[in-house]
């Protein structure tokens, strides 16, 4: 079992910069393709970003050029860094990781962590 932590969430202005952090624990990180979806208020949750264990990416469009994904295995932890926020990201960020990185895009991971509330709010 795969047991993730987000952390970093919280209000700020549109134009700023947050980074999530996400801290896996229970299995051997580095054999897992971990990735960010979110869940705006309303809304189904969908899939942002994710990196394979080889480090290939995949960015939702309407992140890309601002969001950020990347891991480091040495300490079990995956990074969402997001710039130029707007409103429209306002949403609960969730990390997820699976065996499958087609299962993370696909927003089907077996493991998920409780989830972060990101506000973009003037």
């Known amino acids: 079992q795969v047991q993730l932590v987000e952390s970093g969430g919280g209000l700020v202005q549109p134009g700023a910069s947050l980074r999530l952090s996400c801290a896996a624990s229970?299995?051997?990180?580095?054999?897992?393709?971990v990735g960010w979806s979110r869940q705006a208020p309303g809304k189904q949750r969908e899939s942002v970003t994710s990196?394979?264990?080889?480090?290939?990416?995949n960015v939702r469009a309407s992140v890309k050029g601002r969001f950020t994904i990347s891991r480091d295995n040495a300490k079990n932890t995956v990074y969402l860094q997001m710039n130029s926020l707007k409103p429209e990201d306002t949403a609960v960020y969730y990390c997820?990781?699976?065996?499958?990185?087609?299962?993370?895009?696909?927003?089907?991971?077996?493991?998920w962590g409780q989830g972060t509330q990101v506000t973009v709010s003037s």
């Open positions: 997820n990781a699976d065996l499958s990185h087609l299962k993370v895009i696909m927003g089907t991971s077996d493991y």
């Open positions: 229970g299995g051997v990180f580095s054999r897992y393709a």
């Open positions: 990196i394979s264990t080889g480090g290939t990416t």
